[in-house]
């Protein structure tokens, strides 16, 4: 069974209702030609007083976190663990790690906007 998708009657902004040959309405969106320059403008607007904000995308989230971005970090902490030799030094410095790696905002914003449960049932 295949689903039809309705096609809107009306303008949602003035109402209007649409001509049999759809001449009046604006192409895949459910507002009619004047109502659409009218939205337009106001969003262009918008964007030049940069009231329009665009978040960050997955790919720009992910740049600082990215390993070939994070080696120099890797490396000062391998350095770092190579020295520790007592075990209570060891389980000190990755405590300490560990905290640091909590307080880190930006981490838990890219953790928390990632789909990984999806992508991690779609492998099961």
């Not at 649409?18 to 507002?31: F, I």
């Not at 262009?44 to 740049?63: H, M, S, T, V």
């Not at 307080?103 to 914003?109: C, I, P, Q």
Request: aromatic content about 10%; hydrophobic content about 25%; proline content about 2%.
């Amino acid at each position: 069974m295949s689903y039809k998708k309705e096609l809107s009657t009306q303008c949602r902004i003035c109402g209007v209702e649409w001509n049999e040959d759809l001449s009046n309405k604006y192409p895949k969106r459910a507002v009619c030609h004047p109502c659409h320059k009218i939205e337009y403008a106001e969003r262009k607007e918008a964007y030049k007083n940069n009231e329009f904000k665009r978040g960050l995308n997955k790919a720009e989230k992910y740049k600082p976190f990215k390993i070939s971005n994070r080696k120099h970090i890797h490396k000062a902490i391998n350095e770092q663990l190579k020295k520790l030799k007592d075990r209570s030094e060891i389980r000190q410095f990755l405590s300490k790690r560990f905290d640091e790696l909590l307080e880190d905002k930006a981490l838990w914003d890219y953790l928390n906007d990632t789909d990984i449960l999806d992508k991690f049932n779609k492998e099961k």
